[in-house]
């Protein structure tokens, strides 16, 4: 698997597999299925209310600790107890730390972001995260954290896939040496990304899936992804993306799909 380096030296696999919306009642056995075909990287949240299957299925996979990648985020509702939240959430996914942890939200109506960071940086001191980084923040709260910031964040997990570039946040980012992670990768199915001439054009050209496509012009662009399915038939699809390149024209096409056409929440609007 190919890794990446973070602004804090650590590394993170490039492609990992996404567990939101994932039923805590089949967790463990979707997670199970996604280690067996290989992703070493699972992206959860508090939020999801999966950790508990995530844990089985990576205690029952008998991997060792130091080959898995393991995020999880701190919810909206907890910017003044990270403390703890990160306690629940290592108790329930079976570990003594996570190797990513996120602020999921800004959460602008609380105004507790940057005390949530603060937090952050101590849960790294203490060992409980080894990397520790942002969600959802857009360029105007990446503004204001950073010049509060001790530690700059390792990565800025957003929204991002054709139609919804959010440029002005990835330049930000890249300034600073932050590492973009694209949720919603394959714009969670809301829009027929998979139909589109810049899509099935490359696809019928390379012998792939518009999927296979999508995730590639993800990886070329240096974003870290972590797709969800929870057909292993797909997880396998969308692990097999290393066998093939994009050209540069047909990167700039799928680039030009740019139309502002993002698929969920915006920040300003969610706490
Ligand atoms: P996604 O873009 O990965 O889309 C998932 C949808 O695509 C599913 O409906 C699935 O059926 C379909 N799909 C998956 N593989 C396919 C394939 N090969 N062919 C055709 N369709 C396919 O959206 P997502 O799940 O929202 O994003 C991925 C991960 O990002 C999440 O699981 C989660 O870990 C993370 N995420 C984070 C936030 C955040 O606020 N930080 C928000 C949403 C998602």
Known sequence: ?????????????????????????????????????????????????????????????????????????????RHGDADRAVEESLEKLGLD???????????PKQNRFIEAWHAL?????????????????????????????????????IELHPYYQQRETTELAAAHNIRIEAWGPLGQGKYPLLELDEITGPAAAHGKTPAQVVLRWHLQLGHIVFPKTVS???????????????????????TALERGGRVSEHPDDFD
Do not use: C
């Open 97 to 107: 730390r996570v190797d990513l942890y996120l602020v999921h939200w800004p959460a």
């Open 232 to 254: 292993r038939e797909r997880m396998a699809e969308n692990f097999n993306v290393f066998d093939f390149e994009l050209s540069d024209d047909e990167l700039a096409a799928i």
């Open 121 to 157: 940086e101590g849960i790294r001191e203490r060992g409980l995260a080894t990397s520790i980084g942002v969600s959802n923040f857009a360029k105007h709260y990446l503004e204001r954290l950073l010049p509060e910031a001790s530690t700059v964040p390792a990565v800025n997990q």
């Open 1 to 77: 698997m190919q890794q990446v380096r973070l602004n804090d030296g650590n590394t993170i696999p490039q492609l990992g597999f996404g567990v939101f919306k994932v039923d805590p009642a089949k967790t463990e056995r979707i997670v199970s299925d996604a280690l067996q075909v290989g992703y070493r990287h699972i992206d959860t949240a508090a939020i999801y209310r999966n950790e508990e299957g995530v844990g089985k299925a990576i205690a029952a996979s008998g991997i060792p600790r130091d080959e898995l990648f393991i995020t999880t985020k701190l919810w909206n509702d």
